[in-house]
Each structure stands twice: as structure tokens, then as C-alpha cells.
């Protein structure tokens, strides 16, 4: 599909450098860091980036560390692996914490300007005296305090004379604003908490429609772009560069945040995957993070095609199919993943007629799309392992695999015919005794009968022992991320593991090496719990879909 040539937010960009309102574009990409990336802040970092690059201009890197209490280094070093990852590189890289002093002095200034107080009231306080929709809010009794009052006060909540909650800062607006943010927002509050950063420089945090603005304009960022909710919050954004007289002056756009079916996109509720050990980390496959998505076998191609897909629409919070994300997998991987053979529920299939302790060695193509990924050679011998549900006793009609008496063809190798079938003490199928033909070999353009059948399979004797894992979604609600249900809908057989087995040639398989198992999907070799001669295999996603795009 063709990347989407334009959107809103390209058309502002284009405008503003045409009636010269901005001479060059810079973006920003602001995580917090307070857990790992998921998928919905890919589209954040495509358009950033993207749209930066567009234009000839530059994207930094903010870390939007104002809330001590949940960050922490650990998430600042994952997402700059997965922004890297992704394929974008920043032009700077910035912590709004660098700019505490400075965001200090703008709110003095706006103390001296008498646009901002210190006020007593309790946060539940301030929140019951801001009104409703339809009802103006109250006049804090503080809130006309002299200048050198609240200035007096402001240095000493920075100077650790007061406890937690005792004492804000807050915007003098209009507490009868039709717009709630505007009714003498809270632009610092006291905390005495370390920080990751800054150590135990502050105890007095700004908040973030305080501090997102000045950090946009510091950094000298023309375009700052953000999800829909922060709409309300435009207001704020100009009232705070303009009284704070800023030099540049930012301009904020929003654009729709990315859901996906059957997932949940807030990094709250993915921490409480984490911390509930429901998954096995951030980087669990089944989780929607970068990370996880990278160790399924995601590629960075497949994920940045997927947010040129999707777009940028202004007005929707969209709910995008999660088949739309694994067809781009599917797309970029066809061409690249060599198409290998691994049996996940191994069968063992013994070859009567073949001479015992014989191994020939078989060509086959590595990948039939693309003739450029040449062949490999892999052993054929007495004994193979097929996959347990390419054999049925007494099979349905229309069944064209392996049942006694029948023939099928074994990929890149013979014809084998079953003709006999060994059971344990409990009646189970532990083995089948076939014959094969010898004239039926693959690539020998042998015509003489044709078989319904084709079934993949593995040589016994080399085979090497490998670990499966099939994936289905993690949530089961559709509508996941509105629902209340969470954590109540979590998918028990989100995760099924499997012992078998794979060629010889993968033996050697290194961590995130993707295959395409024949029938079976592709797959990514897990980069945690691999071992040397007994590799763990991810399945990033089955081979078809039933979405069209
Ligand atoms: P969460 O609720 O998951 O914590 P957040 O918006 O608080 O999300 P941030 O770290 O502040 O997370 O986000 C960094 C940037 O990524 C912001 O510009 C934000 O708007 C954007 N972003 C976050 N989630 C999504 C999403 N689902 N779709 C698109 N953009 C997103
Ligand atoms: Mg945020
Ligand atoms: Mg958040």
C-alpha cells in the first residue's frame, strides 16, 4: 500500500513555511518515562520523525520527566533502544528536567506579573471549588495574595518548608473560564521525591501543561504534535508561552491516538501486566510494547509501514484491526524469512524399505518467491518425525494426508505411502511405519502418479530439539481499552508452548533470525530463552489472513 501522501498535520507544516510564520520545522518526540513504548507511541515517533524529514527539519528526543514518583532510568534506556530500533535517530536529546531552573524562573516572572499564586487549598479542595460545565468556579480565598506574599511563599515551597500537598502553585486565569483548564490550572506542586535525574535538587515539580509548553518553546520546537485529549488543553499551551514571553513560540496540533483490537494501549494497565505477572516482562511477546513486538519477530519495516497505513486522522480516536499490523509483517518477511521445515507435535514415521543407517543429502529452495535466497541441504533418512495431525486413523472425507494405505508427498523429498501403524498399551498413535518410492524424488520431474497431499517433515537422527510458542491475543474483549473488565478479560490460553523439532541447519540460529515454517507461519527466534543446540521459537504470525487490505 502506498504511504499516505498527506495529512492535516503536513498541510499546517506546508502552509506555515509558505506564508513564512516558521522558516524550518522541529519536532519532538516526549515520552514519559514511566514504562516501556507500546505500538500507539510508534505512530507518535512515525509522524514526528517522519513529518520532520519531510520538510528537511529535526525531531529531539524529550524525555518528559516532570513526575518523580513513576520514573525511572531503566524505561529512559528502553526507549531509546526502541526509538533506534524503529530506524529513527534524534538530532538532540533533552529531559525536561534539564530545564527546571529555567521553568523556575518563568513562573517567578509570572508571580512578579501577578499571574500566578500560591494557594493552601487541598487538591480536593481545588478540585471541589473549580465548577462544572455549567457552573463557574470559585475564587480560591488566597488567590489575592500580593506578589511578594506569593514570591515569599514559591521560594520557600522550594526551599522544603512545606509537606507534600500543603501548598501549590497555581495559574491566575478565570475561574469562570468555559474552558476547565483555564480555571487556575496548577503549575507546581510539592514533592519530595527523588528524582531520577535532578537527585534531591527539588521538592517542587511542575506540572505538565506548565512545563510541556516551555519545554516545546526552550528546545525551539515549531510544531508540537500530541494526541487528541490534549485538545482542551491548547488554550493553556498559548496562555503559558505568551505570559511566560517566550521567545519562540510553539504551536500544538492533535492528532487521533492508535487502539488495537483485543489489546491495551495505557502504559498503567501494561505495568499492571508486568507487576501482576500475567506476562513475562515489558518484552513479553503477547504484550503491544516495542519491545514485545520485536521479540515476537516484528520487524521495524513491518510496524512503520503499518503508521503510514493508518494515517493521521484529526477528528477519531481509531480502533485499527490488529490483522492490519500482522499483514505488514507478513509482507515484509515473505521475501526475506528462508522457508524452512519444523514439526511442532512431532510424529515418528519410520521408512521400512529405506537402507538402514543410509543419509542422503536433498536440495531445497530456501525460498520459493525468491529464487536470489538460493538452496540448503538437508538430510533424509529411515527415520523422520512428521507432525501428529498430518495422520489420521480413520480420516474424514476429503482428507488428503497421511491414513493407511494412502500416499503423499513429502516436501523437497518422496512419495511415502502408509502402511502400518504402531499404538502403546492405551491405544495412542506413537508411530507409523511407511515405504517410500524411489522414482518420486522432488526436482526429478517425476510424472508417473500424482498424490493429493504434501506434508512437511524433519529427519530423525539430526534433528535438532526446539521450543514452540503460539501466541493468541492477550485480551479477549474487543473493546478492550473502554471496557471496565480489565484486568477480568485476559485471555487464559493466550500462550501455548510446544516441543519439537527443526532442521539441522537451524542449529545455528541466532537470536531474532526469522524463518517461515512451512504451514506453519513465521517465526523469530526468542532472544531470552534461547540455547545453544536448543533454540525457543516465537510465532510472529500465522501464514494466512482473511483481512484485505
Ligand atoms: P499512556 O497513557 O500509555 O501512558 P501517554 O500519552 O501518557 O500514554 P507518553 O509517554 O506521555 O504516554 O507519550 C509520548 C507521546 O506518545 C505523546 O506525544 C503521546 O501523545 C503519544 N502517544 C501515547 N500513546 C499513544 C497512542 N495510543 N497513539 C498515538 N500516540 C500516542
Ligand atoms: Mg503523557
Ligand atoms: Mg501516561
Known amino acids: 500500500a502506498p504511504a499516505s501522501s498527506t495529512n492535516y498535520i503536513k498541510s499546517i507544516i506546508a502552509e506555515d513555511l509558505k506564508s513564512g510564520r516558521e522558516q524550518e520545522v522541529v519536532t519532538r518526540f516526549p515520552p514519559e518515562p514511566n514504562g516501556y513504548l507500546h505500538i500507539g507511541h510508534a505512530k507518535s515517533i512515525c509522524l514526528n520523525f517522519e513529518t520532520a524529514d519531510e520538510f528537511g527539519g529535526r525531531t529531539h528526543l524529550r524525555f518528559d520527566d516532570t513526575n518523580p514518583l513513576k520514573e525511572d532510568t531503566e524505561y529512559v534506556e528502553s526507549i531509546k533502544e526502541d526509538v533506534k530500533w524503529l530506524g529513527f535517530d534524534w538530532e538532540k536529546l533533552f529531559f525536561a528536567s534539564d530545564f527546571f531552573d529555567e521553568m523556575y524562573e518563568r513562573a517567578v516572572l509570572l508571580i512578579k506579573k501577578g499571574k500566578a499564586y500560591v494557594d493552601d487549598l487541598s487538591a480536593e479542595q481545588i478540585r471541589e471549588t473549580r465548577g462544572t460545565l455549567t457552573q463557574p468556579g470559585q475564587n480560591s480565598p488566597h488567590r489575592d495574595r500580593s506578589a511578594s506574599e506569593n514570591l515569599d511563599l514559591f521560594t520557600r515551597m522550594k526551599a522544603g518548608e512545606f509537606k507534600d500537598g500543603e501548598k501549590v502553585l497555581r495559574a491566575k486565569i478565570d475561574m469562570a473560564s468555559p474552558n476547565m483548564n483555564m480555571r487556575d490550572p496548577v503549575l507546581y506542586r510539592i514533592a519530595h521525591a527523588h528524582h531520577h535525574n535532578t537527585g534531591d535538587k527539588w521538592c517542587i515539580y511542575p506540572m505538565y501543561d506548565f512545563a510541556h509548553p516551555l519545554e516545546d518553546a526552550i528546545e525551539g520546537v515549531t510544531h508540537s504534535i500530541c494526541t487528541l485529549e490534549f485538545a482542551d488543553h491548547r488554550p493553556l499551551y498559548d496562555w503559558t508561552i505568551q505570559e511566560c514571553e517566550m521567545e519562540n513560540v510553539p504551536h500544538q496540533y492533535e492528532f487521533g491516538r492508535l487502539n488495537i483490537t483485543n489489546t491495551v494501549m495505557s502504559k498503567r494497565k501494561l505495568k499492571l501486566l508486568v507487576d501482576e505477572k500475567v506476562v513475562d516482562g515489558w518484552d513479553d511477546p503477547r504484550m503491544p510494547t516495542i519491545s514485545g513486538l520485536r521479540r515476537k519477530g516484528y520487524t521495524p519495516e513491518a510496524i512503520r509501514e503499518f503508521c503510514r497505513e493508518i494515517g493521521v486522522v484529526k477528528s477519531n480516536n481509531s480502533v485499527v484491526d490488529e490483522k492490519l499490523l500482522e499483514h505488514f509483517v507478513r509482507e515484509d518477511l515473505k521475501l526475506k524469512a528462508p522457508r524452512t521445515m519444523a514439526v511442532l507435535n512431532p510424529l515418528k514415521v519410520v521408512i521400512t524399505n529405506y537402507p538402514e543407517g543410509q543419509v542422503e543429502t536433498l536440495e531445497a529452495e530456501n525460498n520459493s518467491e525468491n529464487e536470489a535466497m538460493g538452496v540448503r541441504h538437508i538430510p533424509f533418512s529411515r527415520e523422520i518425525y512428521i507432525e501428529q495431525d498430518d495422520f489420521m486413523e480413520e480420516p474424514p472425507k476429503g482428507y488428503h494426508r497421511l491414513f493407511p494405505g494412502n500416499e503423499v508427498r513429502l516436501k523437497h523429498a518422496y512419495f511415502i505411502k502408509c502402511e502400518d501403524v504402531v499404538k502403546d498399551e492405551a491405544g495412542n498413535v506413537v508411530e507409523l511405519r511407511c515405504t517410500y518410492d524411489p522414482e518420486t524424488?522432488?526436482?526429478?520431474?517425476?510424472?508417473?502418479?500424482?498424490?493429493?497431499?504434501?506434508?512437511?517433515?524433519?529427519?530423525?537422527?539430526?534433528?535438532?530439539?526446539?521450543?514452540?510458542?503460539?501466541?493468541?491475543?492477550?485480551?479477549?474483549?474487543?473493546?478492550?481499552?473502554?471496557?471496565d473488565t480489565f484486568p477480568g478479560n485476559i485471555n487464559p490460553n493466550s500462550l501455548e508452548v510446544l516441543q519439537g523439532f527443526v532442521e539441522d541447519n537451524m542449529k545455528d540460529a541466532k537470536p531474532q533470525d526469522k524463518f517461515q515454517f512451512f504451514r506453519h507461519g513465521y517465526f523469530n527466534v526468542d532472544s531470552k530463552d534461547s540455547q545453544p543446540g536448543k533454540p525457543v521459537f516465537n510465532r510472529s504470525v500465522s501464514l494466512k489472513s482473511s483481512f484485505d487490505v
Open 441 to 483: 524424488k522432488s526436482g526429478t520431474g517425476f510424472t508417473g502418479r500424482k498424490v493429493k497431499g504434501t506434508i512437511h517433515w524433519v529427519e530423525a537422527t539430526r534433528a535438532v530439539p526446539a521450543e514452540f510458542r503460539l501466541y493468541e491475543p492477550l485480551i479477549l474483549d474487543e473493546e478492550a481499552e473502554e471496557g
